[in-house]
């Protein structure tokens, strides 16, 4: 179980995310970064951020899903991303994919990404309940 916590002396978070994740009694899992590929290896969205985003977002809870977890097990992500700007404007694709308690989330403009088109790459590392965790060797 996630519990996340917002103290009432530092600034309120203004997007889909918490301050402060507590970790429980689950299966920690920690995901590579993911990018915008669709399953052959194809960039999807070039140019526009709100469909990497989405896409990447997409691959993340398809990989949490394989051991049966959900974005909302997620404590916590790091997304690098080539635009700030147009990274800020992409929130409502965020809220697609996380609901209360949302994660703790650390976000950094890097100059690009291994391939020039992608615009967003995000890690992520998430607890799944120990009754749900699907091991992944069977």
């Known amino acids: 179980m996630i519990d996340s916590f917002n103290p009432p002396d530092v600034w309120s978070p203004f997007g889909a995310f918490s301050m402060g994740v507590v970790q429980g009694e689950g299966r920690i899992v920690y995901l590579k970064g993911q990018v915008s590929l669709n399953p052959a290896g194809e960039i999807v969205g070039t140019g526009d951020m709100q ?27 790091t997304q690098y991303v080539t635009d700030i700007e147009a990274f800020m404007l992409a929130g409502e694709v965020r809220k697609r994919f996380f609901i209360k308690p949302y994660p703790v989330t650390t976000t950094v403009e890097v100059s690009r990404l291994y391939d020039p088109n992608l615009l967003v790459e995000i890690t992520a590392i998430a607890e799944i309940p120990r009754e749900r965790f699907q091991d992944p060797k069977g």
């Not at 469909?51 to 051991?67: E, F, H, M, P, R």
Request: proline content about 0%.
């Open 51 to 77: 469909a990497q985003l989405g896409q990447t977002l997409s691959n993340i809870a398809k990989v949490l899903d394989y051991v049966g977890g959900t974005t909302a097990d997620i404590v916590s992500l």
